[in-house]
């Protein structure tokens, strides 16, 4: 399994990005896949969440702001990020969970996302 994320950088805070997870090696149409990210000093947490059957879960921090999606004919998973925040800056890692669970089994190597005017 590979998961290669592209799409990261530097936002203002209010701007938008859109990452990119292109995933190889998976049945991705029936596929979990997730995005977790980390910043400076905290653990990992899950950010947003989407199943093969598409249904979505978000962190109540991103609930409104950030969209999960899929594209089955790509094999590519999307985070598109709106009304970005400073405390939205993180290395965001794109996962291929555990069955329709949450659980990563893979990750992505990471894409950083820095918020800053």
């Known amino acids: 399994v590979q998961l290669v994320e592209s799409g990261g950088g530097l936002v203002q805070p209010g701007g938008s990005l859109r990452l990119s997870c292109a995933a190889s090696?998976?049945?991705?149409?029936?596929?979990?896949m997730g995005w977790y990210r980390q910043a400076p000093g905290k653990q990992r947490e899950l950010v947003a969440h989407?199943?093969?059957?598409?249904?979505?879960n978000y962190a109540d921090s991103v609930k409104g702001r950030f969209t999960i999606s899929r594209d089955n004919a790509k094999n590519t998973v999307y985070l598109q990020m709106n009304s970005l925040k400073p405390e939205d800056t993180a290395v965001y890692y794109c996962?291929?969970?555990?069955?329709?669970?949450?659980?990563?089994?893979?990750w992505g190597q990471g894409t950083q996302v820095t918020v800053s005017s």
């Open positions: 996962t291929r969970s555990y069955g329709s669970t949450t659980t990563p089994a893979y």
């Open positions: 090696g998976v049945i991705f149409s029936i596929a979990s």
């Open positions: 989407i199943t093969g059957g598409g249904s979505t």
